[in-house]
């Protein structure tokens, strides 16, 4: 069996007033977590990591471990929602665990969230290989191409996190299977360390140093003389015994004991997809998912850790900042599906669509004015010019040309003059009517009565039952003379 010697360190460092981190030390577990978010938010988180940790891996694979990551993650944001003062709080995570894989080999695996780190310095070797990948803003654009390492080593912005625990329902943990080698010393440590303190020296006091906690204190030490701008935790991690491994590793000859690495968004990815075939569902586009690379932020949220304080004068000028990357969606089994919000949303929505359309519908059609068509006086139903899709059309023809309009009204209908019903534009075309002299040009082929006058017998059926028939009986036009006056006549 796979045998550990440990050691660890944590330390306010020399300018933060609390340690916001919390350190790991178990049997065969081993965790740094670096807290952020305002007030105590920070260490609360940590605490709350480390704890959810150790309490929830079990079963010893490296999934137990992913999801007992995913348990810290769960444990804070249930906490967090008790207390306002803890809203938003978050943590980095960077555990290693001796697991046993589907084979029955023995492992090691570190899994990681945020932008703590591992190392390891191989036995026998003299050079530090920084295992985990940074979950954060600058190691994206390192990737993308537009920073290097050592740009963004010193970016202003290196503290933006683009994935930590405790800020979303699911996290994307990155996972690393590596193969045990008796010699081989393994370091996890926030940023604290590796921001005051150069990798070769670092690698130095591990080869220095035999003793764990000797090598941890002295990582500590040489960070706060660095400047200690941040909170430093340390743990180092020796493998004493690795069951014959070393032998193994020969044969395979694998340079970085790497034997499986699964980045958070191709484990997401694939979780998808398999839920997706169980429940039978056609396709299986959820496998092609964001971040199937794995070269992705993979998270749904910016995380800003305590700001950077800046270094001693004539430290390396940062390059300019660089605006982030737009968050990129996670999987659809990090969001919640169908909820009532979301079916009151819904029906608010149809309802808001259903009086809009019908307010539209009666603003376009229930109305009337009186207009010019082909030279005649007409009434339209609708609006001068239309409302929206609403076009107006011709209601009622009246016989009067539009050259008989008397003077008053000649304005108002050269421009449409808007009555609010059919009976009110009938009245009003009467008054028209009645303001028409008698010697009145007709219109083509019709011969109308003389407004206010004696009725001859050339008023067609057709006329009168348009103007002054059914269409105003009981309305106000009745009285007019001319409405009498014509209706009398009626033969
Ligand atoms: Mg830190």
Redo the contacts with the bound molecule.
Sequence with gaps: MTKFASGAATDVGQVRQVN??NVLIADDVFAVA???GGHRGGEVASLVAVEALQESFHERTTDALVDAVQSANAAIVERAKGDPELRGMGT?MCALARVTLDDGEECLTIVNVG??RAYLLKAGEQELFQISEDHSLVQTLVRQGQLTQAEAAVHPQR?ILTRALGIDQKVLPDSFDLLPVKGDRYLLC???LF?EVEETRIAEVLLTLTDPQAACEELVRLANEGGGR????VVVVDITDDAGHHTMLEARSDEHRVVQIVHGTDRAAEQVRAATVAAGAAGTAAATGPGANGSGPGGSTVII??PVIPGPPGAAAAPPATAPPGPVPVVASNKSTFTWRVALFLLLFVGVFAVAAFAINWMGTNSYYVGIDNSEVVIFQGRPGGFLWYQPKVEQRTQIAESAVPAEFQADVAKGKTEPSLQEAVAYVARMRAGIPTTAPPTTGTSLPAAGGTSTTAVPEAVAGNILGGAVSGGPVSTLPVSSTTTTTKP
Aim: glycine fraction near 10%; charged fraction near 30%; hydrophobic fraction near 15%.
């Design positions: 916001q981190d670096d807290g952020m980095t932008d703590s503290n926030s940023d604290g921001n941040d909170n430093i935790s850790e305590a």
